[in-house]
């Protein structure tokens, strides 16, 4: 039977404790100043957001879906300006959060490689050289 990316990382605890390193990084860090102020004070709904979403993208349950519908990612984040800084300091912040947490490197590696593509076609910002 072929587990799911959900199912290999061990299910929800697993995945909420990842998504709590994620933020509380990005609320302490000031190298992820840009990103931060892309969100509001409180943290808890970026926080229940994000699990939700990871929930259903890596084959467990759908909980954002159930609650608001297809995730619609590009067009929910087009309000907030995205450039390569704030995909840099997203993908640090990501992988400062694996780091900390008891997860397989082969799953953390494919994990990371999907964040990349992800996190760069959520660039909205043009770049000048």
């Given at each position: ?90 993908l640090a912040?990501m992988r ?15 994990f990371m ?17």
């Amino acid at each position: 039977m072929i587990r799911t990316p959900y199912q290999q990382l061990g299910g929800e605890a697993p995945l909420r404790a990842l998504v709590d390193a994620f933020y509380d990084h990005m609320d302490q860090s000031p190298d992820y100043a840009a990103i931060r102020a892309l969100h509001p004070p409180d943290l808890a709904t970026s926080r229940d957001k994000l699990f939700w979403f990871l929930s259903g993208w890596l084959g467990g349950p759908s909980l954002y879906t159930e609650r608001f519908g297809h995730p619609r990612l590009r067009a929910r984040h087009l309000l907030f300006p995205i450039g390569i800084r704030e995909r840099d300091q997203w993908l640090a912040c990501m992988r400062q959060a694996l780091s900390t947490q008891a997860i397989d490197a082969a799953w953390s590696g494919w994990f990371m490689a999907q964040m990349a593509q992800t996190a760069d076609w959520m660039r909205n910002r043009p770049e000048c050289s």
